[in-house]
T-cell receptor
């Protein structure tokens, strides 16, 4: 299957700082990328849909000013958690849609970024 | 009504047995269905997708789709302890994001 990378894999930061997470599709062009968050033993929660060259669409309850998403190219989307607080500590996972699959668009996940805010 | 429903489990099967994971969905406009495997602390990994009624086989995995009954299943033959994970069923319609079920936890007992 297609490969999606995510960087960094783990980050620890102090409360009030901003953290940027990068998501790249390595072997396909992704016009659409998605950002999820997952708390321990809970389901994936979609945060936002990111379309190349346009503003992200945020799910209800997700603060767009806190979680800044930029999808500057067909292979790169970034999520910036601004003024992070301990309650933002979570597992952040990006996903990219590959439109070149046989018969259907397929969504592949990056390995995730574990954010810990002290 | 939840859009995609899965039994949360845990589903326990002995090593070598067939594990059967089931999923129902409510949106008849759903076009394609996906099964992902997620190990604890890791991100989801795509196992297979299906969009036509019937069976689709890939190695030890078989996905089954019945659109009339709004039912998708995943069979894992010759289950191994390494198959122990949470299995997520998801559906898509058009350009909408994937809609996931809450997942079924599978435990394969050696």
């Amino acid at each position: 299957g297609a490969v999606v990378s995510q960087h960094p894999s783990r980050v620890i930061c102090k409360s009030g700082t901003s953290v940027k997470i990068e998501c790249r599709s390595l072997d396909f062009q992704a016009t659409t990328m998605f950002w999820y968050r997952q708390f321990p033993k809970q389901s994936l929660m979609l945060m936002a849909t990111s379309n190349e060259g346009s503003k992200a669409t945020y799910e209800q309850g997700v603060e767009k000013d806190k979680f800044l998403i930029n999808h500057a190219s067909l292979t790169l989307s970034t999520l910036t958690v601004t003024s992070a607080h301990p309650e933002d500590s979570s597992f952040y996972i990006c996903s990219a849609r590959d439109p070149s699959g046989s018969g259907t668009d397929t969504q592949y996940f990056g390995p995730g970024t574990r954010l810990t805010v002290l | 009504q939840k859009e995609v429903e899965q039994n949360s489990g845990p589903l326990s099967v002995p090593e070598g047995a067939i594990a059967s994971l089931n999923c129902t969905y409510s949106d008849r406009g759903s076009q394609s269905f996906f099964w992902y495997r997620q190990y604890s602390g890791k991100s989801p990994e795509l196992i297979m997708f299906i969009y036509s009624n019937g069976d689709k086989e890939d190695g030890r995995f078989t996905a089954q789709l019945n659109k009339a009954s709004q039912y998708v299943s995943l069979l894992i033959r010759d289950s191994q302890p390494s198959d122990s994970a949470t299995y997520l069923c998801a559906r898509i319609s058009g350009n909408t994001p994937l809609v996931f079920g809450k997942g079924t936890r599978l435990s394969v007992i050696a």
